[in-house]
């Protein structure tokens, strides 16, 4: 039957995993929708439902959180996913970046600030040199690993994820406003320059002669439509007494209100059923880790799961292999996925399994190895016919010695770590334009449907 108002197809048959839905329009949701995804989903599905499937001590409820207003809104949530739809049909890019490591000690303004510039720089550079708009998530609020045995709260540990909660709350606030600063795209092109000014002149003075012209033709640089960068945030779910907290129901659907996206490593796949049963039951997009290890047949029962409807923009694949192992995997995995019909964001983690240890005790990660793993995605997907649609990069806006090699060329005896021996090292912002600027002559390389390359 039809909706109406969003002129939605929808065929039911007896086994609601075999709903399908052919949408016309990615306007806001019919409650032809809702019901669809609640003939799916189950309508005893409660933000509780998780603790009967926890296979350890559920913890405090967070009662104090769930008075607080949510970090992020429905509407919001709607546009990532509409956005990730763009992403898997091929007719955007996912950049996903971010300081992994939180400091629960201490509000990382600066830190916080600089970091979203270099994303956004990053932005216009994989933009102007690809010609592809680019989606951006910045991974920030969200990071309790290390509060409590297997993710369970105290009374102590709750009063410590309120604080949490607010710092997060203070970064998303100055996010938003930096987002809606007066800061113009020329202004950003001066970070640019700041930052690495030789080694990007060109390219700048290309960016700047452009957005004179649109200037020229008649559209104005200023307003919002060129000063605001759209973002989104996103962190890994690990403290689910937290999540439960902030759920909200909005229309007659669950939102996840602490972040845009939730993303899962294999090794929460691996804790219990609970984090699936979560993230079954709420709108938000998810990201899945899968490497070397992950099982095809595994991956696309827990895909069914998370999306029943196969709603294009709701599940995203991490892919995180070594530069060496990538090409015995990936392939597979992509038959794999293809096969069951499974609609996916196809993202390239690829500084995670390159990492090495140095002399002085600290990790790192060559960027040569970052460069070689990304290469070998296009590359993979350009051969499997499917779309290479993202890449997250840990990053930070200071000035760290990290990764080896690159702009500015590091080497062993350079690395420090920063933020601890045993932590993923990041990208610098010279290093990281560097890397977007590649990316973005890869995505220049290939057609508008990513299956071909273009003729030199």
Not at 55 to 84: M, Q
Not at 104 to 130: C, D, K, P, W
Not at 236 to 260: K, N
Not at 408 to 427: H, K, Q, Y
């Amino acid at each position: 039957f039809l909706a109406p108002d969003r002129m939605d197809a929808f065929v039911f048959s007896p086994n609601a995993s075999q709903i399908m839905i052919r949408r016309r329009s990615e306007n806001t949701r019919s409650a032809v929708v809702r019901f669809a995804v609640s003939a799916v989903v189950g309508t005893d599905w409660k933000p509780t439902s998780w603790r009967k499937k926890a296979t350890v001590d559920a913890g405090v409820p967070l009662s104090d959180i769930s008075r607080l207003p949510p970090l992020v809104y429905s509407g919001e949530v709607d546009r990532l996913k509409s956005k990730l739809a763009d992403v898997q049909a091929g007719r955007a890019f996912l950049l996903k970046a971010g300081d992994r490591e939180e400091d629960f000690t201490v509000t990382q303004g600066e830190n916080t600030e600089a970091t979203f510039r270099l994303l956004v720089a990053q932005v216009i550079m994989l933009a102007y040199v690809s010609g592809v708009p680019i989606v951006k998530i910045n991974h920030i609020g969200g990071d309790f690993e290390n509060i409590g045995p297997l993710n369970v709260p105290s009374e102590e540990e709750g009063r410590r994820v309120t604080k949490s909660y607010y710092q997060s709350s203070s970064a998303l606030n100055l996010l938003r406003a930096l987002a809606k600063s007066p800061t113009s795209m020329l202004d950003w092109t001066d970070f640019i320059s700041a930052v690495d000014g030789e080694t990007h002149r060109d390219l700048i003075w290309k960016i700047e002669d452009a957005l004179r012209f649109v200037q020229a033709a008649g559209l104005n640089v200023f307003n919002e439509d060129f000063r605001e960068p759209e973002f989104y945030v996103s962190h890994e779910l690990f403290l689910l007494p937290y999540e439960e907290a902030l759920t909200r129901s909005v229309d007659g659907q669950w939102y996840g209100a602490s972040t845009h996206m939730y993303w899962m490593t294999r090794g929460s796949q691996e804790l219990d059923e609970a984090h699936i049963e979560y993230l079954r039951g709420v709108e938000n997009p998810v990201s899945i880790r899968v490497d070397t290890e992950t099982s095809e047949a595994s991956l696309v029962e827990i895909m069914k799961t998370l999306n029943p409807l196969n709603e294009p923009g709701k599940v995203v694949l991490t892919c995180s292999f070594g530069s060496s192992k990538i090409w015995g995997k990936l392939p597979k995995l992509i038959r794999s996925v293809t096969e069951a019909g499974m609609k996916v964001v196809w993202v390239c983690d690829p500084m995670r399994e390159n990492t090495i240890p140095t002399e002085n005790g600290c990790l790192t990660c060559p960027v040569e190895l970052i460069w070689s793993e990304i290469a070998s995605f296009f590359n993979v997907h350009m051969q499997e016919g499917s779309y290479p649609g993202g890449v997250f990069l840990e990053m930070t806006g200071s000035d760290v010695s990290e990764c080896v090699g690159g702009i500015g060329a590091i080497t062993d005896s350079d690395v420090c770590c920063e933020a601890g021996p045993d932590v993923l090292p990041r990208l610098n912002a010279r290093q990281a334009l560097a890397v977007a600027q590649e990316i973005g002559r890869l995505l220049k390389a290939i057609s508008p449907d990513g299956r071909t390359l273009k003729a030199p």
